[in-house]
């Protein structure tokens, strides 16, 4: 095991280990990492022309999947260290089995607030109620067009009702919040994303614009538009409103309608970068862990845990990893750096 475990004059080890809790998970930057998200796949069922090829082969092979158990028992270390909120994701995840069944268990972990996940909303409609009941509070689903030409164009499939059906289904269910996430580029049409937007309005959803960025080949052919501008001219479209109140674990920023309620955010990772407040690291489906979506710093958690290491030696490597988290990324400065697809690194 001396291979995983960080030197013991390392920065992180000086911080130790003793009520991880009480001391958290802080950065260089004085930036207290309390969110996870978590990849239970890279697999995906649709093939959204800036997320993969169409003929992609490079998916982690099954054997190197994590199993639920020790997805659990890693989320598990980073909620001791103080981590709330823990957000499942892929690839789509609901292409895995047994997805209802990790959520429960984390849960159930004591310590986590908030239980999410994102999806592209394919298989929804049977899974929405059992994620609700194993206490899944909130979800993100992937829609970029309510047009099915233009669906299957993007997605290359044929999938918009499954989508449409999974939502309400989603809608019945009650969830707490339901967010629609929709990637903006420079072949995005206003005219559609406002139509996007009068639909999430009327369902009660919130619609959150999200810059294209530079991730593999597919995410690099696409141009990023600065949504600042876009987002401001649809908001004043639909009579919305700046906002404050409503800043959730990411990094949105909101307008809110006549009675408060927000019903459009912006993501903004090109034109306006959030990476002064980023509180989060993602866990591939290997169990890799990524301090930053636009860099390579990485922490083979998993393949330590495969070698049998105890969970203080987990604890110390995650530790180390977040003294080496990165201060930015570099998708403006070097959008050739990052060559993974999304998908691999968890959205």
């Keep these: ?6 030197n013991q004059n390392s920065a992180s080890t000086a911080v130790g280990i003793a009520g991880p809790a009480e001391q958290g998970l802080i950065d260089r930057f004085h930036r207290r990492i309390d969110y996870l998200r978590v990849s239970v796949t890279d697999r995906c069922d649709l093939r959204c022309q800036y997320c993969l090829p169409e003929d992609f082969k490079g998916f982690e092979e099954p054997a190197n999947w994590l199993s639920h158990a020790e997805m659990a028992r890693l989320i598990g270390l980073f909620v001791g260290f103080g981590v ?19 959520a429960a268990r984390v849960a159930a972990l004591p310590g986590v607030t908030d239980l999410a996940i994102s999806t592209n909303g394919t298989r929804l409609a049977r899974h929405a109620a059992d994620l609700k009941r194993a206490g899944v509070r909130r979800l993100n689903v992937s829609l970029d067009t309510l047009d099915r030409d233009a669906f299957r164009e993007i997605t290359r499939r044929d999938h918009l009702q499954d989508v449409l059906d999974g939502l309400d289904a989603a809608h019945r269910e009650g969830f707490e919040s339901i967010k629609i996430n929709c990637v903006v580029h420079h072949g995005s049409h206003e005219d559609d994303i406002a139509r996007l937007l009068q639909y999430t309005m009327g369902k009660g959803f919130i619609l959150r614009l999200i810059e294209t960025m530079p991730m593999g080949a597919s995410g690099r052919q696409y141009q990023y538009v600065n949504l600042n501008e876009m987002g401001a001219r649809i908001a004043e479209r639909f009579g919305l409103i700046p906002t404050v109140e409503h800043r959730g674990p990411g990094p949105a920023r909101y307008w809110a309608n006549a009675g408060n309620i927000p019903m459009l955010g912006l993501i903004t990772p090109m034109s306006q970068h959030f990476c002064a407040s980023c509180n989060r690291v993602r866990l591939s489906v290997d169990g890799t862990l990524y301090l930053c979506l636009g860099q390579d710093n990485q922490v083979p958690l998993g393949a330590a845990l495969r070698e049998g290491a105890s969970d203080d030696e987990l604890r110390r490597l995650i530790l180390k990893g977040i003294d080496n988290k990165p201060e930015r990324h570099e998708f403006t400065t070097a959008p050739e750096r990052i060559v993974r697809v999304m998908a691999k690194t968890g959205g």
């Design 1 to 6: 095991m001396s291979s995983f475990i960080p």
């Design 84 to 102: 709330k909120k823990i957000r499942l994701t892929g690839g789509e995840p609901l292409t895995r089995r047994g997805v209802s069944d990790l």
